[in-house]
């Protein structure tokens, strides 16, 4: 009897399976080129039977013989269901092209549907990834209120923005981070920064930002905090949009204000004052023998002069244009384009103490000074993209140009040089600040097979940078009232400088072949790389007085005064720039990789490869002395072998364990590497040490994820890194100065927790249904090993004068916590409405390390907290109304308590200020 039941079951599974067919096909996204859309729900309707789609958007079932009705789906995107019979053992191709949902405009910066945009969809791409990556689209940045890129990514995980000094991940600085744009490597147009100030690239051209927080050999192996790849905007539809904004923060606007005089039109209101302020042609290309100018000469050579002007800061406004059109051809080819102009500007103010100190038996203040800054800022950006799109390529170009400028004068009032008695010393200084980028990109991928199991990507791009302080001006002297200061033509008052540093030539470039084989594995091989090209000049003019005249100064004529001097042979120019006033910096990467994505099972995933980077770096520059001398070359060549892992293991549908392992390198900043000393007029001193190595980093990485709805997240997981010779910003002691430099110390290690939630708030209460919350905190312990021997900005071997051998890593937040509320209403059928609140705070970390018997100065922690309300009023208008910095907390940098000889002074605080609350809209008009 049991051998015919088994008979009998083996006989009906086999004709069970006879009577078998098995559709396939490919599923696209209609709205992007027809772009693969990985993940995609494809079910036979009224079954359990079902699949996703795999990262090339293809699937496979196997369904009974029959007439059926397959139903496909992707969050965001119209469910489209195809009715279709098939016979036994036959296989029948299904291919479908998905639409979006049409989408409110409160939803996105720009109503162009590209909805893996969407914060849902963006969800379900982080659940099936197998390395370990955040990403925030336009959507998100929308609701809560950003409107740069650099806002946007510190409501990620362990993100945090400091000031002007970027952003920091995991509590490492800002040169441990990497910039992609559409996966190409960009250069900063900033040399003090790693990457590109990211609140200059609004988000109405972004798409989605990914955040690699594991190393994949694809991206450079320059990594230890983040790589950041910003994928720019397609045209999906035709859309023209305008909008215009004002803001005003409180104690910077509205008040009385000082600024440069020849700023104050129009030229000034566009910050294009540049030309006006570069050093004139009299002073030739080479500052050896050096030039003297007199006379008329004088006065006709230079444009622009000393005069500050007094007025009212008005309200700070922005405007922004969006075009964009989309094109159908034939044989359902697309082509679009997409342009968009912003500009801003903006007015602060800070006050605040600012010291710093002499290190000794006692320790007192060598500077003791009140600083007040005014500054005028202006953004431009601008980016033209182009997309064509056939059945098997994808085509695109952009053009990214910004510019920026900050026109800033600051006084600093106090005392100098430990001059305690001495308490009216002024030293103000105007300077302008400007900069200029252009990028230019073309990337694409093609199908070399109908199926797409053969795909070859590639991209290329030029870009273009300068950073200029022309005409850098000071004076010092006794300010006996706003209107009147003491002040004398000789030693270095009356001086100007000029500060060029140009990248003429940038270039990146990546090849990838990608091979999928077998049912969901792939293969990538390629190559990037990139060169960069750095030249600085650095020049200084002195006002040159045979008798050292002193004087009564009227800093709102002084322009005046000074002509007048220079007309009857009182001052004349001269020329006073150093040997070292030109150095030259030449970076080649270049890298072959392989990577392997290898599915073990439906629950076990597997991405392991290996990446080949050649570093080179090369820097020219002649020390202090004879302009005779020759140039010292530095030379850095190493190659890197860097393996990495990462895996994923599906606990069950909703829940996910990720580990990740690899091998990287970080490089310093532009100038913390650059053979450059800074002079700034109170005579604190920045000098990049060329002798600077790279970092060697290990990087290790759990994570255990939970996806319980579409729209909520919860994951927590540990991570730990290794950093042979990490960079870190020091001081050191110089008779009259003090000395910012760079140096590598012997070791650090961190490791650390990190959480985060979205919590759909209607599982609480059916009450809470339009609020939900999200929440990430990074908790980390460092300890960093010192040498006792360090290499010093000239090359030699030094003795180190850390005061502390033991010590957390420069730079790094014990605990980092963001958080947001959004609550969504709607008050009529057209006039819906996204409130959020937003908060974020950094623990207390090391800002500079202390030597010499001082302890570090630390950063203190600031708590940050903004509403933003975002309306869609009707079909054409939309409104955002935000207030920034509610709680207005100081920013406050002090000395630690933990000196080694006697603290000698009142306060430990070395400098402070206050932002104010800022109070903004922008009205949206959508033709």
């Keep these: 009897m049991k051998l015919n039941f088994l008979v009998t079951t083996l006989l009906f599974t086999v004709f069970a399976f006879a009577q078998k067919g098995t559709v396939t096909g ?293 405007v922004g244009i969006l075009h964009a059109e989309k094109f159908n051809l034939k044989n359902s080819n697309k082509i679009s384009y997409l342009l968009s102009l912003n500009f801003d500007n903006s007015f602060q103010y800070r006050t605040g103490v600012d010291r710093t100190l002499n290190p000794g038996d006692l320790i007192q203040y060598s500077n003791n000074f009140t600083t007040t800054t005014y500054n005028y800022k202006t953004n431009f950006s601008s980016i033209v993209g182009v997309n064509y799109s056939s059945e098997r390529l994808n085509l695109s170009t952009n053009v990214l140009y910004l510019k920026t400028s900050e026109n800033l004068i600051q006084d600093q009032l106090g005392y100098q040089n430990a001059q ?47 950073y200029d302080q022309p005409d850098r001006n000071s004076y010092t002297g006794h300010q006996l009232a706003e209107d009147n200061v003491l002040v004398s033509y000789g030693g270095n008052n009356f001086l100007r400088q000029y500060l060029d540093v140009k990248n003429d030539v940038f270039s990146s470039a990546f090849l990838e072949y990608n091979f999928k084989f077998g049912k969901e594995h792939k293969l990538s091989v390629g190559y990037n790389g990139n060169t960069n090209s750095t030249e600085s000049s650095y020049r200084f003019i002195q006002t040159i007085s045979p008798n050292n005249v002193t004087f009564n100064l009227n800093p709102f004529t002084v322009n005046e005064q000074i002509e007048t001097d220079l007309l009857n042979n009182v001052i004349s120019y001269q020329e006073s720039s150093n040997a070292n006033w030109k150095a030259k910096l030449e970076e080649n990467n270049n890298a072959g990789y392989a990577n392997l994505f290898y599915k073990f099972s439906e629950k076990f995933d597997v991405n392991a490869g290996f990446r080949a980077e050649n570093f080179d770096r090369t820097t020219k520059y002649k020390g202090i002395g004879s302009f005779d001398q020759p140039y010292i070359t530095v030379n850095t060549n190493k190659m890197y072998f860097l393996p990495s892992v990462n895996a994923k293991y599906g606990l069950n549908e909703d829940m ?180 959020s609140v937003v908060y974020s705070v950094f623990g207390k970390r090391i800002y500079s390390v202390g030597t010499a018997g001082l302890d570090h100065i630390y950063e203190l922690p600031v708590s940050r907290l903004d509403l933003v309300l975002n309306s869609k009023l009707s079909k054409h208008f939309d409104l955002k109304l935000s207030a920034d910095n509610i709680l207005n907390p100081q920013t406050k940098f002090e000395l630690g308590r933990e000196n080694t000889t006697t603290f000698n002074e009142a306060s430990y605080l070395m400098r402070n200020y206050k932002k104010g609350v800022g109070f903004s809209f922008n009205l949206g008009y959508t033709f």
């Design 420 to 466: 305690q008695e001495v308490n009216d010393y002024l030293i103000r200084t105007n300077q302008l600040d400007e900069t200029n980028y252009l990028n230019g990109q073309l990337f694409g991928d093609y199908a070399l097979t109908s199926d797409k199991n053969h795909l070859v990507k590639m991209g290329i791009s030029l870009a273009k940078t300068a």
């Design 656 to 835: 996910n364990l990720r580990f990740a392992a690899s091998q990287t390198y970080s490089k310093p900043v532009i100038l913390e590497s650059y053979p450059l000393q800074l002079v700034n007029p109170d005579n604190t001193v920045f000098q990049g040490n060329p002798y600077l190595v790279n970092s060697d980093n290990t990087n290790i990485d759990l994570k255990f994820e939970m996806f319980p709805t579409s729209k909520e997240m919860f994951a927590v997981g540990v991570f730990g890194k290794n950093i042979k010779n990490p960079i870190e910003r020091s001081y050191l002691t110089s008779p009259g100065s003090t000395i910012t430099t760079f140096l590598n110390s012997d070791n650090a290690k961190l490791y650390g927790l990190e959480a985060e939630f979205i919590l759909d708030l209607e599982r609480v209460s059916p009450t809470f249904k339009d609020l939900s919350w999200g929440f990430n905190t990074s908790l980390m312990h460092t300890k960093v090993t010192v040498s006792d021997v360090v290499t010093s900005p000239n090359g030699t071997p030094i003795v180190n004068i850390e005061t502390h051998k033991d010590r957390e890593l420069q730079g790094a937040s014990k605990w980092l916590i963001n958080s947001d509320l959004k609550y969504q209403f709607n008050m009529s059928n057209t006039w819906t409405n996204t409130l």
């Design 26 to 318: 490919s599923i696209t996204d209609k709205d992007m080129n027809n772009e693969a859309l990985p993940f995609a729900t494809v079910m036979i309707k009224g079954t359990t039977n079902g699949v996703n789609t795999d990262e090339q958007g293809h699937y496979s079932l196997s369904v009974s013989e029959g007439s059926h009705v397959l139903q496909i789906s992707f969050l965001g995107y119209e469910s489209v269901e195809i009715p279709f019979t098939i016979k036994s053992g036959e296989t029948k191709t299904i291919n479908q092209a998905l639409g979006a949902k049409g989408v409110e405009l409160q939803d996105v910066v720009i109503k162009v549907d590209q909805n893996r945009e969407k914060e849902t969809a963006l969800l379900v791409e982080q659940k099936k990834a197998v390395e370990i990556k955040q990403s925030i689209g336009a959507q998100e940045l929308s609701r809560k209120g950003v409107s740069d890129v650099e806002e946007g990514l510190t409501k990620m995980t362990g993100i945090s923005k400091v000031g002007s000094r970027g952003l920091f991940v995991r509590g490492l600085e800002d040169r441990y981070n990497n910039l992609l744009i559409n996966n190409l490597a960009v250069p900063s147009n900033n040399p003090f920064k790693k990457i590109i100030p990211l609140d200059l690239i609004p988000t109405d051209v972004v798409s989605v930002i990914e955040t690699f927080k594991t190393f994949n050999p694809n991206i450079y192996g320059d990594f230890a905090g983040a790589t950041f790849n910003i994928a720019t905007s397609k045209a999906n539809n035709s859309i023209t949009k305008l909008s215009l904004g004002a803001g005003l923060a409180t104690n910077n606007n509205l008040r009385n204000f000082h600024i440069t005089s020849d700023a104050d039109n129009a030229k000034g209101f566009f910050g294009l004052t540049g030309n006006d302020r570069a050093l004139p042609s009299e002073f030739s290309d080479n500052p050896f023998p050096p030039a003297t100018l007199s006379g008329q000469n004088a006065v006709d050579a230079f444009k622009t002069g000393f005069e500050i002007k007094k007025t009212k800061s008005p309200l700070n406004t922005s």
